[in-house]
């Protein structure tokens, strides 16, 4: 059997192409600390509701101008669907699902986060303005999925 010259060329290619994926495998995993996840942030959707700090959704201060901003999502709802914080302050949204994949979006800012079961979703965020603010699921998540939402209110 003889194997074409263009053939062969493919194969070197594709060969090449190979090695390169392999150093640079081995350059992200010594050189730059690059792992599969592991199990920090991960945790159990049945228990979300007793588990630290969804056991206490809400905004709490965490600092003289830090606030962390708990929200579980669950079909079809956000708890609580309305926060209130203060404008210019550092906020933490952490948040997860209960049930199925939803979102969150917080119209008019880059606050969009996936609501994963099993996974804890973080995001900082600094209100600038006062307003108010529409948060939506941005994730189809059944048929309630159009009534799932809720209100920033930055004070
Ligand atoms: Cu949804």
């Known amino acids: 059997m003889k194997i ?3 053939e062969k060329a493919f ?3 594709g060969g090449v192409l190979l090695v390169l994926c392999a150093i640079a495998l081995v350059y992200a995993t010594l050189g730059h600390g690059a792992h599969l996840p592991t199990d920090v942030g991960r945790i159990v959707p049945q228990d ?3 588990t630290p700090p969804f056991d206490e959704p809400g905004v709490r201060q965490t600092g003289e101008n830090s606030y962390q901003v708990v929200v579980i999502g669950q079909a079809w709802s956000f708890v609580p669907s309305e926060i209130r914080v203060p404008a210019g302050a550092e906020i933490t949204f952490i948040s997860t699902s209960i049930d199925v994949l939803h ?3 917080v ?3 880059r606050l969009n986060m996936m609501l994963i079961p099993g996974q804890v979703s973080r995001m900082h965020h600094t209100f600038r303005e006062p307003g108010e603010h529409l948060m939506i699921c941005h994730e189809f998540c059944g048929i309630g999925h159009h009534v799932m939402y809720g209100r920033v209110i930055v004070e």
Do not use: M, R
């Open 4 to 6: 074409h010259t263009y």
């Open 11 to 13: 194969l070197a290619v």
């Open 48 to 50: 979300v509701y007793t």
């Open 103 to 105: 979102g969150i979006h």
């Open 107 to 109: 119209e008019g800012t």
